[in-house]
């Protein structure tokens, strides 16, 4: 393939993409694929990666790792106020009554910046099939099932990140 047709075919699918192409489809073009956290750039903020047990990952810059492999460091990042609940919420739909059974999965991240220069933590939490974020802030990005959150953090600064997932679970409505 020529230099012009590769332009003009990555041309055509970015405007293909940006033009609301199906996200399932474009997503399908890079499985697994890590999206970019900008943290090459000048002075950006060094990225810290965390997975959903506040596991320190490789790839966090200045930080010496165990053999490769995640490790804790509740210094860096703990978790609090870990639950799961269920509930039911209902709405009046004309004369029927629509109720779904709701259960609830929560956790806070503690992320504390132990560096002299400010950080970026990047938070994995892997999202049960099934089940959507239920947080606010929302993810920054999704891939696949897994929801990547971002938390800027400042020297000697601590920032707590709520994350939440929920399933919902329709029953049969009741007239009313």
Known sequence: MSSKARFLSVLILGAWAGAGAPSSLIAQNAPGR????????LNSPRPIHVDQKCRI?????GIRMKKGKPYNDS???????????QHWEEKINGNELDRWL?????QTFVLQDIAEEPVMFIVQFDV???WFVDSDPQPWQMVGQT??????????ETVKLHV?????????????
Do not use: N
């Not at 709701?102 to 929560?106: I, N, Q, S, T």
């Open 57 to 61: 990952l490789p790839g966090s810059e």
């Open 128 to 130: 049960p099939q099934g």
């Open 147 to 156: 929801a990547y959150f971002h938390a800027y953090v400042k020297p000697g």
């Open 102 to 106: 709701v259960r609830v999965k929560e």
């Open 34 to 41: 890590i999206p970019y956290d900008g943290s090459d750039t």
């Open 164 to 176: 939440g997932v929920r399933r919902e679970w329709p029953q049969k409505p009741k007239p009313i």
């Open 75 to 85: 210094t860096i990042c703990a978790l609090q106020g870990i639950s799961a609940s």
